[in-house]
């Protein structure tokens, strides 16, 4: 079980799944949502590679208007959709590969993106990217939030603004205000 850090659904507890996913420890997901506070309200989220969908979850107790879940693993996405019942919370999960969950979606655009793929795989941060920024699934004052964990190699070009933090050796990169093409 892992707890919401703030909002109107601050201290309740919310699932996660047992196997093949590591939650966003409370350090990090405190200090990240500190830092996103003012873009909050009414914003439009992604929650990629979502597993217990905690990030997409702290973000709607925070004032975001709507949240879209996307995670390729079956149970993961079933433990989204009980958090939510139980919160009693709208959001629409997606059980597909990112890739295609982000096809499927082209034609919507974010306010805030969370990217927060297996350590291992860190083509998808890049990848992901590239797919909203071509695509235009991005509001121009869009914050995109990297979590991952060593050295990451990013084009950071699309964006105006990049903001880096440390938590052990877990790591955030907050992008913000996409550039005008």
């Excluded at 990848?127 to 909203?132: A, G, K, P, R, V």
């Amino acid at each position: 079980m892992l707890r919401i850090i703030g909002g109107k659904h601050r201290s309740r507890l919310i699932k996660t799944p047992e196997q093949g996913t590591v939650p966003t420890k409370n350090r990090v997901r405190e200090a990240c949502f500190s830092a996103l506070a003012p873009y909050l309200n009414g914003a439009k989220v992604l929650d990629l590679f979502a597993g217990s969908g905690a990030l997409g979850i702290e973000a709607l107790s925070r004032g975001a208007k709507e949240a879209v879940f996307v995670d390729k693993n079956p149970a993961a996405c079933a433990i989204i959709k009980d958090n939510l019942t139980s919160l009693k919370e709208m959001g629409e999960v997606i059980n597909d590969d990112y890739l295609n969950a982000l096809g499927r979606l082209s034609a919507s655009r974010f306010d805030l993106v969370f990217l927060d793929p297996p350590y291992a795989e860190k083509s998808y941060y890049q990848t992901s990217i590239d797919y909203l920024l071509s695509h235009n699934m991005l509001s121009p004052s869009a914050g995109v939030v990297l979590e991952y964990e060593g050295e990451l190699e990013l084009d950071r070009s699309g964006f105006a603004k990049a903001k880096d933090y440390r938590y052990g050796y877990t790591r955030l990169l907050i992008l913000r205000e996409v550039k005008q093409q």
